[in-house]
């Protein structure tokens, strides 16, 4: 046994990042889609309990068997689902300190959605910590200084329809920044659901965008604290304010069904007012959307 599980980490550890990552993310996602209608500096592999976990998820990745016999036993099937796959730690002399846990979805019979979207995940922080590795060599030879990094994830709805994942990047050199993404699944159908799919046409962008204004202006007027850069707002540049959401904008659906707005830091209000998130009424889209599904 113990040869077999030291067979398992050598291979999981040995595995090479894949190449190409964003077309086969792409295909993936398309293909998931249309089956509808169808890492002296340390770098080191998180240790104890996480690399319990690894081992476990290198387990189940090897033996399709393994993992819907543990999909099977009550309580273990909430327990693989999201995972930390890979963990990036710096902690150097100098100020210099990182730590970045790559998640993994886990135990979907759709596979090319699942391994789509652990390649995007394992590419992305990949990239980061490759970044943070070089601006500490830049920052070296312009005499030192301070830099930090914090990624992870967090699951934000969990329940027997949906599955929403929350990608954050906290970055600290003097000022501190943080970036979100979110992935949101259909875990009956196993499709990955975007913003405009919910939505028979475009006029969604401006009845959220709409709404979210009156959102910041109605948090404004009951809370002194709160402050947006929305029309009507004093010393709001015309280059600051904003109009409205994207498109494909960062979105979850949470536990009551509702659709939820997030955005970035600095991306709608000053840096104390962090990532703000509106839920959106489903009385103001109802018109709006293909159906009543996945937004109650």
């Known amino acids: 046994m113990n040869n077999h599980m030291e067979r398992l980490r050598t291979e999981y550890q040995n595995t090479p990042v894949p190449e190409e990552l964003d077309r086969i993310v792409d295909q993936a996602i398309a293909k998931s ?106 920052l070296k030879q312009q005499g030192g200084g301070h830099l930090g990094l914090d990624a992870g994830y967090k699951i934000k709805t969990d329940n027997n329809d949906i599955l929403s994942i929350e990608r954050y990047v906290d970055e600290s050199r003097g000022s501190t920044s943080e970036k979100l993404e979110l992935d949101t699944i259909d875990k009956k159908n196993e499709i990955l659901i975007t913003l405009p799919m919910l939505f028979k046409d475009d006029r969604y962008i401006q009845l959220i965008s709409d709404n979210i204004k009156e959102q910041m202006k109605q948090q404004m007027k009951t809370d002194a604290d ?38 970035n830091k600095y991306e709608v209000a000053p840096g104390y007012m962090g990532s703000p998130e509106f839920i959106i009424p489903t009385e103001v889209i109802s018109d709006a959307l293909v159906s009543r599904k996945y937004i109650k």
């Open 226 to 263: 709160k402050f947006y850069w929305v029309s009507g707002s004093a010393e709001v540049l015309p280059t600051d304010e904003f109009r409205a959401i994207q498109k494909d904008h960062s979105f979850y659906i949470n536990n009551d069904g509702k659709l939820v707005i997030v955005f």
């Open 33 to 138: 889609l249309h089956s509808s209608r169808r890492k002296r500096v340390k770098y080191t592999w998180a240790a104890g309990a996480c690399a319990v976990v690894l081992l476990f998820l290198a387990t189940i990745n090897a033996s399709p068997a393994v993992a819907n016999a543990l999909s099977a036993i009550p309580g273990v099937d909430r327990i693989i689902k999201v995972l930390t796959w890979k963990e990036y730690a710096v902690d150097e002399p100098g100020g210099y300190h990182a730590n970045i846990k790559v998640p993994a979805v886990t135990n979907l019979d759709n596979q090319p959605l699942e391994q789509g979207l652990n390649e995007k995940y394992l590419k992305e922080n990949k990239a980061l910590y490759d970044k943070f590795m070089a601006e500490i060599e830049a």
